[in-house]
């Protein structure tokens, strides 16, 4: 997290950040009808106030058909960078299932479920807030199973064939971890460091991660390293569950 006085650079990034949000909240809701936009969250480093120079911010427009995402999936454009605009329906919430296409098979994307239980830590800017007990959600040791799914089957095998980088696998180990502390019934503090300091083995994946994100020119010899170390904590981890 940036602490101390920002400097100029800083506050000229920061300030581009926060006219885009304000310029794509409006976008958003001129693209559709009054009556069917719920609500607009913010997610993501933004809202935690994690953010660094070149990170997105994750706007989540909650409208309440499928077929109004399309409409609002089309702010997305240089206009609004860095914030990215990415909808999601009642429907997405009801069934707990994404209705639009993921651009890779297995889905890298984030459950609809999981949006809501880290609701507290969205900020509503719009609209009226979700209420999470209206919809299904998993229980802790399928999220943990599925979690383990996704990095091992979907996002260790997309940073090998060169569709993601290795940032976004990295973000998604922080979020597993919340997750084993949260199957523990420990508290953990919503960020990057919160989640590394909830776990004190200094040996833990976390740390690597953490490491990494601190100082993301490791090369390609450490990052295969980290995936080695990886798939052995998600061997170990699936044995807990």
């Not at 609500?39 to 911010?57: P, Q, T």
């Not at 990415?86 to 479920?113: H, I, M, Q």
Request: glycine letters at 4%; a positive charge.
């Amino acid at each position: 997290m940036i602490s101390g006085k920002p400097g100029k650079i800083e506050l000229k990034w920061k300030k581009k950040a926060i006219d885009s949000v304000v310029r794509a909240r409006d976008l958003v809701i001129d693209s559709v009808p009054s009556n069917t936009l719920i609500a607009i969250y913010i997610k993501g480093s933004f809202a935690r106030r994690e953010m660094k120079e070149g990170s997105d911010v994750d706007m989540v427009p909650i409208v309440a058909k499928d077929k109004y995402t399309w409409a609002i999936f089309g702010v997305n454009s240089l206009e609004v960078d860095p914030v990215c605009v990415v909808p999601l329906s009642l429907t997405e919430f009801r069934n707990n299932k994404l209705s639009t296409k993921g651009s890779y098979t297995p889905d890298l994307r984030a459950e609809p479920d999981l949006f809501l239980l880290k609701l507290k830590e969205c900020k509503l800017i719009y609209g009226t807030p979700l209420n999470p007990e209206d919809y299904p959600i998993r229980s802790k040791d399928q999220i943990v199973q599925d979690e383990i799914n996704k990095i091992r089957n979907g996002y260790i095998k997309a940073y090998q064939e060169g569709v993601i980088n290795f940032q976004p696998l990295l973000k998604e180990v922080f979020w597993l971890v919340e997750w084993e502390q949260n199957l523990k019934c420990k508290k953990v503090n919503h960020s990057f460091r919160g989640i590394t300091e909830s776990i004190k083995d200094k040996n833990h994946i976390v740390y690597d991660a953490f490491e990494f994100r601190r100082n993301p020119n490791g090369g390609k010899a450490e990052e295969k390293k980290f995936i080695s170390k990886l798939k052995e904590y998600l061997e170990e981890l699936q044995k807990t569950i």
